[in-house]
């Protein structure tokens, strides 16, 4: 097998005594789009945070491509080609949309085509936190997106979207994939979208890795029903 | 806040800047022509030290328009610009041409490696480390008698040219205050191009979401520990100036109220626009002139003015006046 594009390896994150996250091994292959579910509070953020250089005390490994990327800073990461979005939306309120594009662009250019992607385009020169919520969510992607990253790392990015803009959303990261080869791992709560894109989906369980499969296998699962159906169903 | 969605517009970039060096431009004239019109050499005088504190207040609030840090000992830099300068004149042979450029990157460069420390932590913590800091060179140059002057001062005799021109220019107060206003100006134009510089942007965007802008791919500690610097070298020389002026320095320019009452400048005035603290240092010492002629309480006053301006009108006098202009604006076109 090929080296993975995001790998994984016995990641774990506590918070006091309580494990967020134990002993996690995830690896996804270079143009995958990966699932990453769970019910609430499974773990599926603090994953994508300990991946992304975001959780404070963590053990475990992170390599990109086969380099070891566990001791690189947020931005020595994102200069690797790693880019996040935030379940939380995470922009910067009083600059206008171009503007902080620019910025996350660094030097590379590529703003009017995400602009244009994420339908962001017109959106005027006012600050971000005038934009309607919708506009700011995809704002947080397009952040994620400028500068065609080689791995995304996206949590719940479709979050308060209406269905048709979720669908859409769900379009554009095949497309994305398809024209750029990114790299995707995905938290999403609606399992439409995750069935209809993920190519594989890894089942997170009160900070354990349940099982990993093809939508179908996680589908028939049982264990994934039980742990679905042990918690109140979303 | 306007300020910053005013230079995104897409419009040709060059322009903004054209205008902002033509006000400038504008701006210098009168001040070179002022001097003219008062007669009175301690009105001038007066104003001319007004002005050094302009300085200090607007190097206040670009710290915190380009960064959100709200610094409680800035008149440290003040006080290191003027004391550097004074103690190099006075116990080294150095000539005033090096001592000056040394008067204002040693300030700088304490904040620069001071700031890599401080800018870690958050809102107060990072305004009782600058009090601290300010606190500890007080109490030195106090102390310090044989080689400061303690308590008493140092007094200083400049040589008789700088940069060829004779320094009687800089004791002059008609002459002084075109040189202090003219920096001043220029100050503040190289401010508004560094607000506009991706720099300048780059600390807006860090300001506004720090941890956002780790995530896209940028460093935060050198450009807020960098503004943190050059906030320091806009104050020192607002010190070295002063020193020039006066001939004298005293731990006065090094106590907190100098700090605080910069602060108070840039807040009354408006810290979010580039010429807030400017007007606010104005209008302090305007305010103190005549409060200070009818009671002796003018502190207190200004103290209740500024709970009444951070309450009621929270961009400042300059922030207040923009906000009603562009809402008149709008309702004139709605
Ligand atoms: N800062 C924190 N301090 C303490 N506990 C935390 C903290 N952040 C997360 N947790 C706990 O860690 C567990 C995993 O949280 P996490 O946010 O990763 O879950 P999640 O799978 O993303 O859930 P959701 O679907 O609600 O977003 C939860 O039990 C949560 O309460
Ligand atoms: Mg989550």
Redesign the interface.
Same mark, same amino acid.
């Given at each position: 097998m090929t080296t993975p594009a995001l790998q994984g390896i016995g990641l774990s994150r506590h918070y006091g005594g309580f494990a967020a996250l134990r002993n996690v091994d995830i690896a996804v292959p270079a143009g995958e789009i990966r699932g990453l579910i769970g019910p609430n509070g499974a773990g599926k953020s603090t994953l994508i945070d300990v991946l992304s250089g975001r959780a404070g005390k963590w053990s475990g490994q992170v390599l990109m491509a086969g380099t070891d990327v566990s001791r690189h800073s947020p931005q020595m990461r994102r200069r690797h080609g790693m880019a996040r979005s935030f379940q939380r939306t995470s922009i910067f309120p009083n600059l206008a949309v171009r503007e902080q594009l620019e910025l996350a662009a660094h030097h590379g250019g590529g703003v009017d085509e995400v602009l244009e992607q994420l339908k962001l385009d017109g959106l005027g020169t006012g600050p971000a936190s005038e934009l309607s919520y919708g506009d700011q969510r995809r704002l947080d992607l397009a952040l994620a997106l400028i500068g065609r990253p080689r791995v995304l790392l996206l949590d719940e990015p479709a979050a308060g979207l209406t269905v048709q803009e979720s669908l859409d959303l769900a379009r554009l990261l095949r497309d994305l994939v398809k024209s750029w080869g990114v790299t995707v791992l995905l938290v999403e709560h609606d399992m439409e979208v995750v069935f209809s894109i993920c190519d594989r989906i890894t089942v997170l369980h009160l900070g354990e890795r349940l099982m990993e499969g093809t939508p179908d296998e996680v589908r028939r699962s049982p264990e994934v029903v039980t742990a679905y159906l042990g918690r109140s169903a979303h | 806040?306007s300020v910053? /969605?005013a230079t995104?517009?897409?419009a040709p970039a060059a322009r903004p800047a054209a205008i902002a060096f033509g006000i400038a431009l504008a701006a210098a004239v009168v001040g070179i022509v002022l001097p003219l019109l008062v007669a009175s050499p301690v009105t001038l005088s007066l104003a001319t030290q007004g002005l050094t504190n302009a300085i200090l207040a607007t190097s206040v609030g670009f710290l915190i328009r380009q960064s959100g840090f709200v610094s409680f000992g800035h008149a440290t830099f003040f006080g290191m610009g003027a004391y550097v300068t004074g103690l190099l004149l006075k116990h080294t042979g150095l000539a005033l041409e090096a001592i000056l450029p040394l008067a204002i990157a040693l300030p700088a460069a304490l904040a620069f490696v001071v700031g890599l420390v401080v800018v870690r932590v958050s809102g107060v913590a990072f305004s009782m480390l600058t009090l601290a800091v300010a606190q500890v060179f007080y109490e030195i140059v106090v102390k310090w008698r044989d080689f400061a002057g303690g308590d008493d001062g140092l007094s200083v005799t400049l040589p008789p040219r700088v940069f060829g021109l004779p320094t009687t220019l800089f004791q002059e107060p008609g002459d002084m205050f075109r040189i202090v206003w003219v920096t001043l100006v220029v100050i503040l134009f190289l401010l508004f191009l560094l607000a506009r510089s991706?720099f300048g942007?780059?600390c807006? /965007?860090i300001k506004?979401?720090e941890?956002? /802008? $780790?995530?896209?791919?940028? $460093?935060?500690l050198m450009p807020r520990a960098l503004v943190f610097a050059i906030s320091a070298a806009i104050g020192s020389i607002g010190g070295v100036l002063f020193v020039l002026y006066n001939g004298f320095v005293s731990p006065d320019v090094l106590h907190w109220t100098m700090s605080g009452s910069a602060l108070v400048m840039a807040i009354i005035g408006g810290a979010e626009f580039l010429i807030g603290p400017a007007i606010g240092a104005v209008v302090f010492l305007a305010a103190k002139d005549k409060l200070g002629d009818i009671t002796e309480h003018w502190q207190a006053i200004i103290g209740f003015t500024l709970i009444l301006v951070t309450v009621r009108w929270p961009h400042g006098l300059v922030g207040t006046i923009w906000h009603w202009i562009r809402r008149r604006g709008r309702g004139g076109r709605a």
């Open positions: - | 806040m910053q /969605a995104s517009l897409p991706r942007r780059l807006f /965007a506004d979401n941890e956002r /802008a $780790r995530f896209i791919g940028y $460093r935060t």
